[in-house]
């Protein structure tokens, strides 16, 4: 199974698994190239290995949190749309934050939606993301249905614009 | 003060099983010092401990009640009911909880329990801070310059402060807490002071009765390990430095001084072990000072009558177990009988402490709770963890959010925290925030290294807030994530393990990242931003 991924310096990274504890990542980037590869140790390490240098990263998923630690010290890493979904003021549209394949529509153009309502669910690499509305409105045009492949950012359903107060 | 032969009742007798009045680091701590002498362990464990690891270390546990220490770990009865029940012979306190609560120590004794800590009369004795310092000077130890404020005329005020000498603090004589303290540096600001001083005393403590002592600049905090047998016989185990404190919690414990020179050191030990011989102390104790680096004067502060936090320091530098030996001397014996004591007190090398905190520095320090889904403590030659926790268990919001004590042993000091630095980079804690970003950076400075530190250090380089999560020493926050960025493998293999995603960083607030990531951006940087129903730490 292959799995392509895009970060916002443009770098496309590619990940083919090779079994269950292995991994091929091949990153085209745009100052960077790198071929890799990582597995896991035994005892849970990550070992990445680059350019014929192998470190080693340590990851936890908790739930929608992931920790990493390598030489750089800990980080800790959230669910990126939940940054979104609390940063983002009132917007008109909902859109995948990861390339993946939709698997629920639950509006169709024309439904009243309230802040909050799921109105699409993608799925990538296993994981169901709901994808709700950002605040109360109309459904303006829903531009995907079951089983599409869909694009991270790109919008999947419009909701009318807020009239004018 | 009472003599000792007063001192004898309670403080030494049978003590085959123990029962650990406490939980965490310190309560495995004294569970392993029970092995090394062979004696069994009794924990106790309130319901959010249940699994706890002093727990899993203990011979035997008992339940003591509900996760508030105030029903549980701080109820003499609870205490007393469970060393029945287990059939122990003896107590140890630990640090903090009870260890300090002379009615308890009393009940313990009353039980007919061996009490594995000072006599009650030294407990009560050395909490009023004036009498420890009545007791200071008929034990011919310096203390700070300091005089009650009788004559309130400026003419009588003046000569006082001058007597005293600038810089002097006013302070209030009942109450605590630094409220109404002022320092004053000459003599044009010292009645304003004094009357505003009187003013605060006044409406917070019902009285405006003052006194002014000697402000000591740059000071140290220079604390003396002691210990006494049931014998008379008293000694010292040199000194630890912990200057290094935020808002009166230390974070970083030394030992020995690296201020002192070899004649003020023999000085500083002797001064406190002249006050434990006066107060015919039994058991560890430690007798702390300020040193004032300017005039190169120690000054007695108070004496704590416990086992401190920091104890495993002056172990590495000593040689000397200091659980172990608090054991033997509540047995009866001498020290003198034992190895480390046969001969004069040798200090070996230098030993660095460092507290690790469930806490985020960048938010202020805020406690964290969670699970320790992933712990990875140091190891290696020279590296002692002292935790109460390992990979899997809960961090509660009961009890006090520390971890672990990370210390390491050098040849000399530089040696030590090298040790130090290299074994917290070694440490690996997922599930909670933790201080290590900030413990590095504190060892890592220059004043650190150069031993250039007094109380005052940590608040004067953070204010309120110290390195978080993600902002590791030699980041050089170039980009947002990718191949390119900072944390390109943490970025890279994130992705490749097929984690799910997309993934945000969520450090604290002053990692150095960049943010600012284009919305389809899946893995991206996003320091210093709280965010979210999942954002903030639980």
């Known amino acids: 199974m292959k799995r392509e991924f895009t970060n916002a310096a443009g770098d496309v990274l590619t990940v083919a698994a090779l079994g269950a504890d292995a991994w091929l990542v091949q990153v085209e980037g745009t100052d960077t190239s790198l071929d890799g590869a990582l597995r896991r140790a035994p005892d849970g390490t990550y070992l990445l290995t680059r350019d014929g240098l192998t470190r080693p990263v340590q990851i936890t998923r908790q739930g929608d949190t992931v920790w990493t630690t390598t030489a750089r010290g800990t980080a800790r890493w959230r669910r990126y749309e939940a940054r979104r979904g609390s940063a983002g003021g009132a917007a008109n549209s909902v859109s995948s934050p990861m390339t993946g394949k939709v698997v629920v529509v639950n509006v169709a153009a024309g439904d009243t939606v309230s802040a909050g309502d799921v109105l699409v669910v993608v799925e990538a690499m296993k994981m169901e993301q709901p994808l709700a509305a950002p605040r109360d409105g109309v459904v303006a045009k829903v531009s995907c249905a079951v089983g599409d492949l869909v694009d991270g950012g790109v919008d999947l359903v419009v909701l009318a614009p807020e009239e004018a107060a | 003060m009472s003599t000792a032969t007063q001192h004898q009742a309670g403080v030494t007798g049978p003590v085959t099983r123990v029962l650990i009045a406490n939980r965490g680091e310190i309560a495995a701590r004294v569970a392993r010092a029970c092995k090394v002498l062979g004696v069994e362990s009794v924990g106790v464990y309130s319901e959010a401990d249940a699994d706890a690891r002093h727990v899993r270390m203990c011979d035997v546990a008992v339940p003591i009640g509900p996760a508030a220490a105030a029903e549980s770990y701080l109820v003499p009865e609870r205490i007393l009911e469970a060393a029945r029940r287990s059939g122990a012979d003896a107590v140890h306190p630990g640090y903090g ?58 003419a009588g005020l003046l000569a006082a402060a001058q007597r005293v000498g600038y810089p002097v603090l006013v302070k209030p004589e009942h109450g605590g807490g630094g409220k109404g303290m002022q320092r004053v540096d000459a003599p044009e600001t010292l009645v304003a002071a004094v009357a505003a001083a009187r003013r605060i005393a006044k409406a917070a403590f019902s009285s405006d009765a003052l006194f002014l002592e000697r402000y000591v600049e740059r000071a140290r905090h220079v604390e003396v390990q002691v210990i006494a047998d049931a014998h008379g016989d008293v ?91 608090q054991l033997r001397v509540a047995r009866g014996e001498r020290l003198a009988e034992q190895p480390a004591f046969a001969s004069a007190g040798q200090l070996r090398g230098h030993a660095v402490e460092v507290r690790v905190y469930a806490e985020d520095p960048a938010s202020g320090y805020m406690p964290q709770v969670g699970t320790l889904a992933r712990v990875q403590w140091p190891t290696g030659p020279f590296v002692r963890v002292d935790t109460g926790y390992d990979e899997g268990d809960a961090v509660g919001m009961h009890y006090d959010p520390m971890l672990a004590k990370v210390i390491a042993w050098g040849a000399d000091r530089g040696e030590a925290i090298d040790r130090l630095v290299a074994a917290l980079r070694e440490t690996v804690i997922h599930g909670v925030v933790t201080n290590l970003p900030m413990l590095l950076d504190v060892l890592q400075r220059p004043e650190v290294r150069a031993a250039e530190v007094d109380t005052g250090s940590l608040g004067r380089w953070y204010g309120d807030k110290g390195p978080g999560l993600d902002d590791g020493p030699g980041d050089e926050g170039t980009k947002s994530g990718g191949t390119s960025g900072p944390d390109a493998d943490a970025w890279v293999a994130l992705a490749a393990a ?32 709280r965010f979210g129903p999942a954002g903030g730490a639980a």
């Open chain 2, 97 to 154: 909880f009870l260890s300090e609560n002379m009615a308890f120590a009393r009940a313990v004794i009353d039980a007919g329990l061996t009490w594995i800590g000072p006599p009650p009369a030294a407990i009560g004795g050395l909490e009023g801070k004036t009498d420890a310092k009545a007791v200071a000077e008929a034990a011919g130890v310096p203390v700070a310059p300091a005089e009650r404020l009788t004559d309130l005329s400026e």
């Open chain 2, 235 to 325: 000694r010292h185990c040199f000194e630890r430095e912990c200057s290094l404190q935020r808002r009166h919690q230390k974070v970083v414990e030394e030992a020995p001084c690296a201020a002192l020179s070899e004649s003020e050191r023999a000085a500083i030990c002797e001064s406190g072990r002249a006050f434990a011989a006066q107060v015919g102390y039994v058991g560890a104790g430690t007798v702390e000072f300020l040193f004032d680096p300017v005039r190169r004067e120690h000054y007695f502060l108070e004496m704590n009558t416990r086992l401190q936090v920091e104890h495993p320091v002056t172990e590495l530098v000593s040689g000397v177990d200091l659980v172990l030996t």
């Open chain 2, 498 to 529: 097929g984690h799910g995603g997309p993934w945000a960083h969520g450090g604290g607030g002053v990692s150095t990242r960049d943010a600012g990531p284009a919305p389809s951006d899946p893995w991206t940087t996003l320091s210093g931003r």
